[in-house]
């Protein structure tokens, strides 16, 4: 009796922890693939002016559509010339029925072309490893892991459509280019789906060679930016990084066979 009660009061804490976080931890996963597929696409790129509205960037003066592929394969070779990348990052999550944003915090290790590691740590942590083979998500909070064929979901997701050629990109985004840089060191590029996607539009700064921010705004409505700090690129990273072990307790969904 004991252990029923037991059980299923952990199974009610679990359903009041995913229906709070569901959102925050649906947008942190769709930031941190996106950063993923930056990293390994040819990308389209153009020049910017940004300012701070209210602690979220707002994108001025966008007017001019990138023609010259020759602009895209000079950007292609800065992001091409990274094999490990290693930030802490600062999530904030802007809402209209919000009075302020979710801010979440934590680090993230990316190993060209197929590993990488995301882990939040304030409030609701959450650990998103790939390892090459399978996608690993893990929450703490609900003491489960789910296990995904890593090639299967990063295929199924529409933000992948990143990986496509520069040609074939263009085919899917609207690519505009923004003027009036701030900085000489730094590049800004705006990509908008032209069908239906989960995001609305994403803008992608880079300074110094470095991935420094991402403003997402997604299908819901919901905008996000992600600040990166203490870039370390190129340099070795263990690959025990990427490596998961489930710790006791942990309840697992095994999700590699439903794809």
């Known amino acids: 009796m004991f252990e029923q009660k037991s059980l299923n009061k952990k199974s009610l804490n679990k359903k009041i922890i995913l229906g709070l976080t ?16 930056l990293l390994n696409i040819l990308t389209l790129a153009g020049y910017s002016k940004a300012e701070e509205n209210e602690g979220a960037v707002v994108v001025t003066n966008v007017k001019e559509t990138i023609t010259n592929l020759d602009d895209a394969k000079a950007l292609v070779e800065v992001l091409n010339a990274t094999r ?4 802490d990052f600062k999530q904030s999550v802007f809402r209209d029925d919000s009075v302020g944003p979710d801010v979440t915090t934590g680090r993230f290790l990316i190993h060209r072309p197929n590993h990488f ?3 939040t740590k304030t409030d609701y942590e959450q650990v998103i490893i790939a390892d090459g083979d399978h996608l690993w998500t893990y929450d703490p909070d609900l003491e489960q892991v789910t296990i995904q064929n890593q090639n299967a ?7 992948l459509l990143l990986t496509s050629s520069v040609e074939e990109l263009v085919k899917v985004y609207d690519i505009q280019r923004i003027k009036n840089t701030l900085d000489v060191n730094e590049l800004l590029f705006l990509l908008k789906p032209k069908e239906n996607s989960l995001f609305e539009s994403v803008h992608i700064l880079i300074k110094n060679k470095n991935i420094t921010e991402l403003f997402l705004t997604d299908a819901l409505g919901s905008k996000t930016s992600v600040e990166f700090s203490n870039v370390i690129r190129n340099e070795k990273i263990n690959v025990k990084e990427f490596v998961f072990e489930t710790p006791d307790g942990t309840d697992v969904i095994d999700s590699r066979e439903s794809f």
């Open 22 to 37: 569901m959102i925050q931890k649906y947008i942190a996963t769709l930031s941190f693939i996106l950063l993923f597929a």
């Open 84 to 87: 490990t990348y290693q930030a």
């Open 117 to 119: 590691k995301w882990q």
């Open 153 to 159: 979901v990063l295929t199924n997701s529409p933000i």
